[in-house]
């Protein structure tokens, strides 16, 4: 199975930076695209940023500007690079990657999600 661990949350204030991680771990074969999502409470989950395999990027257009996606590939990590950051940025941010694994017997492409991380910005 794969499993994807995020970290780096917690209390910044607005103008601040914080970098999360999202490291993929198990039978990978690929990791097809990695994304950032978030969601505050009462509102619905929106996309933050993402990254393909080949390397493209795409972004929010709230975050357009201030957020990257970096990523290390032989880590399986991404990263959320986040910067200038807002009171309105407050959420739990998650990570999520369709992965291609080999599952011992044969190989499945499927989506999956981290934990989550709090994302708390004070004005």
């Known amino acids: 199975q794969v499993q994807l661990v995020e970290s780096g949350g917690g209390l910044v204030q607005a103008g601040g930076s914080l970098r999360l991680s999202c490291a993929a771990s198990?039978?990978?074969?690929?990791?097809?695209?990695m994304d950032w999502y978030r969601q505050a409470p009462g509102k619905q989950r929106e996309l933050v940023a993402g990254?393909?395999?080949?390397?493209?990027?795409n972004y929010a257009d709230s975050v357009k500007g201030r957020f990257t996606i970096p990523r290390d590939n032989a880590k399986n990590t991404v990263y959320l690079q986040m910067n200038s950051l807002k009171p309105e940025d407050t959420a739990v941010y998650y990570c999520?990657?369709?992965?291609?694994?080999?599952?011992?017997?044969?190989?499945?492409?499927?989506?999956?999600w981290g934990q989550g991380t709090q994302v708390t910005v004070s004005s």
């Open positions: 999520a990657a369709e992965v291609t694994y080999y599952s011992g017997r044969d190989y499945r492409t499927n989506d999956y």
């Open positions: 990254i393909t395999r080949g390397g493209s990027t």
């Open positions: 198990g039978s990978i074969f690929s990791i097809n695209s």
